[in-house]
């Protein structure tokens, strides 16, 4: 591998087609601690509801540009992309309008690779790409799957989250295979964890003997704190640093960075 490649950003969709999972929770806090650890980031908000934008600390409703333009040409990802003061990251913000471009995608050229494009154009800015995406296997997904290099799954360890999962895998398998060769999975973090349920012990357990070294070591602990922090428009990681949740989260963007670091030296 060229140091070419090693220098373009590292792009990860946060993807669970389940909703409430802790996807947005996931996409923001692990960018503010990329960020914490230096690194330059871009999150992109993919999904209409426009939480990981709200929670950045940045107003949907009060946008210049935003990724719906940037999907379907009438604006260009720079002039779009406003900066996170609260996360120190920069985001491509969304809001409700994104939810047209489903059907303004379908009739274009190209139409699952629109994101893709306007990435590569700012790529060498940043050293992450993240991107939140909507709870749903649709053509915006779809866009997230095929701009990216791998996909970081949150999930809740439930008894149903098992079932959803193999939907998924079976989802990324298909784009690795039509669409984008690049792609693979990342990993997959356990979120809201309780320790105290002997449920979720054992889907933990059970995700360890079927993904092994594709689970992640950090585990994301269940805490008020991640939860209360999107409604004073910052991260958690940021809103109490010194908390559980926020430690999880700075944990966990060692991790990923070193799981970077071993996939490309
Ligand atoms: P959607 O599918 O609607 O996009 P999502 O998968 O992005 O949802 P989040 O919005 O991140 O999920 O989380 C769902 C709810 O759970 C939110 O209210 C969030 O604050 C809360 N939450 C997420 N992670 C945690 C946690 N570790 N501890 C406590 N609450 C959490
Ligand atoms: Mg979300």
């Known amino acids: 591998m060229t140091n070419l490649t090693q220098r373009t950003a590292r792009i990860f969709c946060i993807a669970n087609q389940k909703g409430g999972v802790g996807k947005t929770t996931t996409a923001i806090n692990l960018a503010a601690g990329l960020a914490k650890h230096k690194q330059r980031v871009l999150l992109i908000d993919l999904d209409p509801q426009g939480n990981a934008t709200m929670g950045s600390g940045i107003n949907k409703n009060e946008l210049a540009h935003n990724i719906y333009d940037v ?13 996170s003061e609260t996360g120190m990251y920069d ?18 050229d190209q139409r699952e690779r629109q994101l893709k494009q306007a990435i590569n ?47 998924l895998v079976n989802t990324i398998k ?29 889907v933990s357990a059970q995700l360890e003997a079927h993904f092994g070294d594709k689970v992640f070591k950090t585990v994301v602990p269940r805490n008020v704190r991640l939860a209360e922090a999107p409604s004073h428009g910052m991260p958690g990681v940021i809103y109490d640093p010194g908390s559980r949740g926020a ?18 030296e």
């Open 174 to 202: 298909r784009v690795h295979r039509n669409i984008n060769p690049e792609l693979s999975l990342i990993g997959l973090l356990r979120v809201m964890f309780d320790p105290r349920v002997t449920l979720q012990q054992q």
């Open 121 to 167: 154009i700012v790529a060498d800015k940043y050293d992450f790409v993240l991107i939140d995406c909507p709870p749903t296997l649709s053509l915006l997904t779809l866009n997230g799957l095929a701009a990216s290099h791998g996909v970081i799954i949150p999930m809740q360890c439930e008894y149903f989250a098992l079932e959803g999962l193999s939907d």
């Open 91 to 108: 985001v491509l913000p969304a809001n409700r309008e994104l939810s047209g471009a489903e059907i303004d995608l379908v009739g274009m």
């Open 247 to 264: 430690q999880a989260y700075i944990a966990f963007g060692a991790e990923v960075i070193d799981r970077v670091k071993s996939t490309t």
């Open 71 to 83: 999907l379907i040409g009438t604006a260009d990802i720079k002039e779009s992309t406003v900066h």
